[in-house]
């Protein structure tokens, strides 16, 4: 084998093992990205109780002046 074809080989091999890389990475980043988007709903959903909790305090707090 020519230097020519090893340097054709090293670069085909890089590109191979980059692909593995970004195949098996994609799988990861979207249940990462799954898990991030169910926990913002969470904190959403949380921050909007509080919101109702605290309108409803203070609208019965109201009341009794």
């Known amino acids: 084998m020519d230097r020519h074809q090893e340097s054709t080989q090293g670069a ?15 799988p990861k980043f979207s249940k990462v990205s799954a898990e991030l988007f ?3 709903d969470d904190m959403t959903q949380r921050l909007d109780d509080m919101e109702l909790a605290i309108k409803a305090g203070n609208e019965s707090g109201s009341e009794g002046n």
């Open 38 to 40: 169910a926990k913002m």
């Open 12 to 26: 085909n091999d890089l590109v191979k093992a980059v692909d593995k890389l970004l195949n098996d990475l994609g």
